[in-house]
Every structure is written in C-alpha cells, then in structure tokens.
C-alpha cells in the first residue's frame, strides 16, 4: 500500500482557474507538509500542519489554502491559477520527533496554460 | 545567502569509482540532517540519515561536521543505479526540513 498518496498525479488548467490536490497518509504521523518543485528543481515548503493544526506557513499567495481535517489528510486549494503556478508539488508526512525523517508522495504536476 | 547548499554539479564518475560531496547550511540550531535521492520525474526518498558520529549503509557513508557546519555523503563502488540528483536536508525546531538544491550524479560506464 502507498505510504502517502496524493491526486491527480497530472493536472493541467487554464490561467484564473481553481484546482485542488488532495493527500493522504497511512504511515500514522503527526505531521504533513505541502512542498513546491519548481523548474530549476529547488523544492521548497509551503506548509506544515501539526494533529491538524498549521505549524509553518512559508511566504506563499493567499490563494494558495490548506486545509486538513483530520492529521491523516491535508488538501492544497489553489484559486485563480497563474502561469508561475506550474510546477510539481509534493505532500510529505512524518512525526514531530527531531530525527524522524519526510516520506514523500508521487507527486503533482501541475501545468497552467 | 541560502539556509542549506550544495554543488549542483553535474559530477560525472566512472562506474567502479568513489564520488564524494558536501552540504554546507547556515542555520546552527538545526537538530537532524538527512540525505535523500531523487530520480528524475519522481519523488524525493530518503537515503540515509546523518548521525554525528557519521554513518554507513553499505557503499554510502555520511558525516556530519557541526564546527564547520557541514554535511558529506561519499559513495564507494559507484553503480550505474546510483545516477541521480542527491538531496541534504537540514531539520530546525518546528519541524522545518530545509532542502538543498541537489547535487547531480553521472555514474557512467
């Protein structure tokens, strides 16, 4: 069974369009995480939640908002999509203990034309 | 100055040879590091964490130089397999992982 799994793997919308990924994790962490890869490959954090609350909220437009209603689930909402919104992001999960490392879903490429 | 670095290379190895780079981060209250690999056109998995005594999984060693604030990742016997971009986390209170930009790995025959 996949750890964390998030959906669409594939997603491509016009520019003013709203959009939503949605991850889950099975793995029993506390914690989960929104990350963004852009074209030059920097992964970079959105946002953390913690047992469902937000924990870091990374200088990202309000248009993007998270929203997780149970700490298995974190859901991404994107409104009015812009061009410089494409990129492939990634929901991660762990525990809050210092030395417990990220798992990784597959994936979202989103393509905004 | 970004919070973690790293030589974006490429480094181009002969298959059979040892490859070894670093990580360096700005931040000295980070409390974990870890070194993680990514494939192109997937995910980010986990390689190995870094322990400060450094530590060894098979043919990759990592260590962890908290003066210098640096991290190392050193792969003996490179394989074909083991081309891909290397990936140093640095976590901070709140759970914050901190990713470098990556470190490309050519192991050619």
């Known amino acids: 069974d996949t750890a964390v799994s998030q959906t669409p793997k594939y997603l491509v919308t016009q520019m003013g369009n709203d959009k939503s990924i949605k991850c889950e994790q099975n793995l029993g962490h506390d914690t989960m995480y929104w990350y963004k890869q852009d074209s030059k490959k920097f992964l970079k954090i959105m946002f953390s939640?913690?047992?469902?609350?937000?924990?870091i909220n990374e200088t990202v437009p309000n248009r993007f908002s998270p929203k997780s209603p149970d700490k298995a689930h974190l859901n991404l909402h994107i409104n009015s999509l812009e061009l410089g919104d494409s990129a492939v992001y990634f929901c991660a999960s762990s525990q809050s203990s210092y030395n417990s490392p990220l798992h990784f879903g597959n994936g979202t490429r989103l393509t905004v034309t | 100055r970004k919070e973690v670095e790293q030589d974006p290379g490429p480094f181009n190895v002969p298959e059979g040879a040892t490859v070894a780079f670093n990580c360096t981060y700005s931040?000295?209250?980070?409390?974990?590091f870890f070194w993680y690999r990514q494939d192109c056109r997937k995910e980010p998995k986990l390689l190995m964490s870094v322990y400060s005594s450094g530590n060894e999984d098979g043919r990759f060693t990592a260590q962890l130089n908290r003066a210098s604030q640096y991290i190392s990742l050193l792969i003996r016997d490179s394989k074909l397999s083991d081309s891909a971009t290397y990936l140093c986390?640095?976590?901070?209170?709140?759970?914050?992982?901190?990713f470098g930009g990556g470190t490309r790995v050519l192991v050619k025959p």
């Open positions: 939640y913690n047992n469902k609350e937000l924990i």
């Open positions: 986390v640095a976590k901070a209170a709140g759970n914050k992982l901190t």
């Open positions: 931040n000295s209250a980070s409390q974990s």
